[in-house]
């Protein structure tokens, strides 16, 4: 099974440019995020989705839209990059059963470098 | 408000010495659920264990064990007889089954466990 993957897993981005994030899960799990995790502060949430056609902001959505028009893709834009977003970039989903106790399931990370 | 708050930044032992790891939670919901994930230096993300607030049954499983106390909102992690591959560093996660925070995942800051030999 290939899981969650993500692409690229390298990007080196100029201030201004802008670029897409690429996730997607062959698991037909109904939840899917993207984290961005920065040394010292664990993994933030920057926007998750429940379902297709819905999509919420997690703890850090600014500079980042996301849209959810299947199951199994959610990609992550970035829409003017800035220095600040260099960071390590994971995208997560999760069934979601009854309770909604299911565990994350991670693509590699996507490390994005913004000069 | 969730929070988790993973106090030790690091922690350097020798192999075969046993690590504990600390993680507290807030949470104000009486659902929720605990979790561990460790990041071996290769990066990614590997799911360790689930545990909800009403099982505070403490588990083994082979060298890891952990200790789930709701009185002071501890779930904290022990590797016993540490071994080099045991490097990596270590999240403890917190999802609330209810309220406005539901399906948000909050993970604490990371303890990197170091295991020398």
């Known amino acids: 099974n290939a899981g969650v993957t993500q692409t690229p897993k390298f990007q080196v981005l100029k201030t201004g440019q802008s670029m897409t994030l690429q996730c997607a899960q062959d698991?037909?799990?109904?939840?899917m995020s993207w984290y961005r995790q920065d040394p010292g502060m664990g993994l933030r949430l920057i926007h998750y989705s429940v379902g297709a056609g819905i999509t919420d902001q997690g703890e850090v959505p600014n500079g980042y839209n996301v849209s959810r028009s299947t199951t199994e893709d959610f990609p992550l834009r970035l829409l003017s990059a800035a220095p600040s977003q260099t960071s390590v970039y994971f995208c997560?989903?999760?069934?979601?059963?009854?309770?909604?106790?299911?565990?994350?399931?991670f693509g590699e990370g996507s490390r994005l470098t913004v000069l | 408000a969730q929070k988790v708050t993973q106090a030790q930044t690091e922690i350097s032992v020798v192999e075969k010495e046993d690590v504990t790891l600390d993680c507290v939670y807030e949470t104000r919901d009486t659902t929720y659920y605990l979790f561990w994930y460790k990041q071996p230096p290769s990066g990614e993300l590997v799911f360790l264990i689930r545990r909800n607030s009403f099982d505070e049954q403490n588990e083994i499983s082979g060298r890891y064990s952990w200790n789930f106390q709701k009185s002071t909102s501890s779930f904290n992690f022990t590797i016993t007889a540490s071994q080099v591959v045991d490097s990596a560093v270590y999240f403890c996660?917190?999802?609330?089954?209810?309220?406005?925070?539901?399906?948000?995942?909050?993970f604490g800051a990371g303890t990197q466990v170091v295991v020398t030999p």
């Open positions: 997560a989903s999760r069934k979601e059963p009854p309770g909604r106790t299911g565990e994350l399931f």
């Open positions: 996660a917190l999802s609330e089954a209810q309220g406005d925070s539901w399906g948000k995942f909050q």
């Open positions: 698991m037909n799990h109904e939840y």
